[in-house]
């Protein structure tokens, strides 16, 4: 491997067989997927790395990311110039508002004779869309507002956090947000559910005991078992970033986490078609989601796509 030789990190250029190397190499891990015409913004996003890293060329680079003694550090450093971590509170509003009104009583049902629900965001960004679960789940039944001496302990809730980039899980951990992480939260939220401090608006303490976040990369199958399963799984604006390949290996991995009778939750322009007929679609008033069958019990695997 060569050293640069000069400081002027802008005169190294990402050669057209240097960006497929690079772009076959980041598909193959994270499933995000790069088109010809973003040559130039991955040129000058990781460019930097070369300079830091004192590589000659994106060949290099590419090696580094391969075979380098400190490739895992690496790889941690070119995902976060890589991914696009846009998330704010209360996105994407009629989906919440369906999911509260309309999907938690169902799974709240499910899930009774346990009184144990566990969701899901598999790449979670900053954790924003984590809390603002957590904030509609305390506003639910599960958590009376006034408990008399007789009545049954409250539901066990988890709503965990995962995302490939580790910068965005410690952010989401440290859980203090500025004015962005606010372009569609009520005043009355965010007097209910933080507190404001001089370095940002924290989340309040009983919506933070009830979020847990890793750093995870959907498309390794084997520790997405760690979390266990979930009776809801949010994976919203993760899927448009991936190719086909990817996009099928998520959705089974979405599948297999998720409770039969569980609900998946996808961004607004993203659908499962051409990705996967095991999930039915659950018509609701204002929306449409998928939820794995509750003919599902005991399956094993996902069943074959057709298509
Ligand atoms: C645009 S954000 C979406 C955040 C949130 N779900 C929302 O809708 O507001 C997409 C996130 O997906 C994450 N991501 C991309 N590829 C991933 C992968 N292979 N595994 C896990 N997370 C991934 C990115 O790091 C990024 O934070």
Redesign the pocket.
Known sequence: MRRSPSPYGDSIILKPDEFRQLRDLFVA????QFGAEQRFALERRLRERLMVLKLATFADYHQYLRFGSQASVEWDEA??LL??????FF??DRQLRAFQNEVLPLIEEQTRPRRRLAVW??????G??VYTIAMLISQSNLFPRRGSPGDPPPWDVRIYG????RR?IAAARRGVYGESSFRSTSLDARRTFFHQRPDGFHVAEPIRQLCHFGQ?????EDRSRILGRADAI?????L???DAR?RKT?IEVLYDRLNPGGVLLL?HSESLLNVSTAFELLHLKDDLVYRKPLSARGETQVPDDPT
């Not at 995962?162 to 980039?165: E, P, R, V």
Request: hydrophobic share 30%; proline share 0%; with cysteine.
């Open positions: 891990r994270t499933g995000l995902i976060d991914t696009t971590n846009e998330t704010y996105r994407e965001s598999a790449g979670c960004s900053t924003e869309e995962s995302d490939i980039s965005c995870m990369n959907l498309l390794d949010f994976c919203r604006n993760v448009i970033y991936f990817a998520a961004g």
